[in-house]
Structure formats: C-alpha cells, structure tokens
C-alpha cells in the first residue's frame, strides 16, 4: 500500500540546470497536485490536475511544467533551476467520488528537499 | 478565490492542557470544506480533521475539535490534553466543490511543555 510516493527525497541542482520529480500514487485518484512549502509561507499550489490529460496552475506555477498522461503519474520539471526554487515539495492526490471533490482529504506523499545552488 | 489565514505563527501548551489555534477563510462559495493537517518534523502531511460547511455540528476526531463559526468565516482547532506527540506544525486549509485545489494558511507551530 504504497500511496504516493515521491522521488527523489533530496536533490541538489546548480543554476540552470533541468530537473524533474516524479509522484506516482496507486489509489486510483482523479486529483493531484504539487505544492511547494517554504518558511513562513505554508503550502502553495503550484500546478494540479483534475484528471489524465488536464492540468491547470496554481498560485506559484512559473518556472514549472506539469504533465498528466497516465492517472498515475504527475511528474514536475524545472526547465532552468533557479536559486528561489529552492523548496519543498510535495505532492498530493485525492479521490473523485460521484457528486463532487472538495470533501475529500488530500494524501500527501513524503516531500522532495531541493536545494540550486 | 479562497484565502486562509492562520494569525498565530507559534504556540505553546503545557503537557496535559487544551490549546486552541485559530484560523479564518475567507471564500466567495457557498459550499466548501475545511481541513486541519499536522505536520510533524518528520515532514508528513497528516490530516486531523475535516468539517463540510453545511453542516452546523462542530466536527471532533477524539482529542481534537473544531469551532467552526460560519458567519464569521472562523474555523480553529481545540487540542484537549495535549501530549508531546502534538507538537507540530498545523496548517487550515479550505477548499470548495468542484475541481477547486486545496488552500492552506501559513502555519502555526505548536510546542508541548512536559
């Protein structure tokens, strides 16, 4: 019972380089997101998909890409990895029961430390 | 769009006592949801507790409740007997029907005193 699980758990980039973490989650669930934690500022939305194919951005999305090809997956990619991208990130999912969403709790996977130096 | 606010960056309790951390949401719909998570320093994202808008009965998880004031846009979490175990960062978050995301405030960081 894996749920979501998120690699890698740290990494450290130089500035520019390119960058992707990978969530995967095996509940079948309709909804996932990426969040980035940083101090004082809690947890801000950075992309999010509602389904295979669709996504959408959230509060802090430029300097991110997302995609969503399988139900599974929802890797972020940092094209060009800035010094201000140094975060924590976490990936969530949630189920998508009949008549709607918001009342499902979010399963948040374990973060990803990144450091660009 | 939905904000949260959490007022109390830090607080702390005596071992035993109850503590309450406050929260206010602020969101332009009318059927919406709001959740309570814990964050301890390993990092996890747990969730404590949820309460759906329509319903008027404060939500509570055993040792946790919620006051959830609906006129005020008010939503805080009481933590009876508190053990060293609560310490942690708590996050509010909201979030509407839909295919709205999940919002969170900024945290409020709670010590346990033994």
């Known amino acids: 019972n894996a749920g979501v699980t998120q690699t890698p758990k740290f990494q450290v980039l130089k500035t520019g380089q390119s960058m992707t973490l990978q969530c995967a989650q095996d509940?079948?669930?309709?909804?996932m997101s990426w969040y980035r934690q940083d101090p004082g500022m809690g947890l801000r939305l950075i992309h999010y998909?509602?389904?295979?194919?669709?996504?959408d951005q959230g509060e802090v999305p430029n300097g991110y890409n997302v995609s969503r090809s399988t139900t599974e997956d929802f890797p972020l990619r940092l094209l060009s990895a800035a010094p201000s991208q140094t975060s924590v990130y976490f990936c969530?999912?949630?189920?998508?029961?009949?008549?709607?969403?918001?009342?499902?709790?979010?399963?948040f996977g374990d973060g990803t430390r990144l450091s660009i130096l | 769009a939905q904000t949260v606010t959490q007022s109390q960056p830090e607080m702390s309790v005596q071992e035993a006592e109850t503590v309450t951390l406050s929260c206010t949401y602020d969101?332009?719909?009318?059927?919406?949801?709001l959740f309570w998570y814990k964050q301890p320093p390993s990092r996890q994202m747990i969730l404590v507790i949820r309460?759906?808008?329509?319903?008027?009965q404060n939500a509570t998880e055993n040792r946790f409740s919620v006051n959830f004031q609906k006129a005020a846009k008010s939503f805080s979490l009481k933590i009876s007997d508190s053990q060293l175990g609560d310490a942690a960062m708590y996050f509010c978050?909201?979030?509407?029907?839909?295919?709205?995301?999940?919002?969170f405030g900024k945290g409020t960081r709670l010590s346990v005193i033994a």
């Open positions: 969530a999912s949630s189920p998508k029961p009949p008549g709607g969403t918001g009342g499902q709790p979010q399963h």
């Open positions: 509940m079948n669930h309709e909804y």
């Open positions: 998909s509602v389904g295979a194919g669709i996504t």
């Open positions: 969101t332009s719909e009318s059927d919406y949801y």
């Open positions: 309460q759906e808008a329509y319903k008027q």
């Open positions: 978050a909201s979030r509407g029907s839909g295919n709205t995301p999940l919002v």
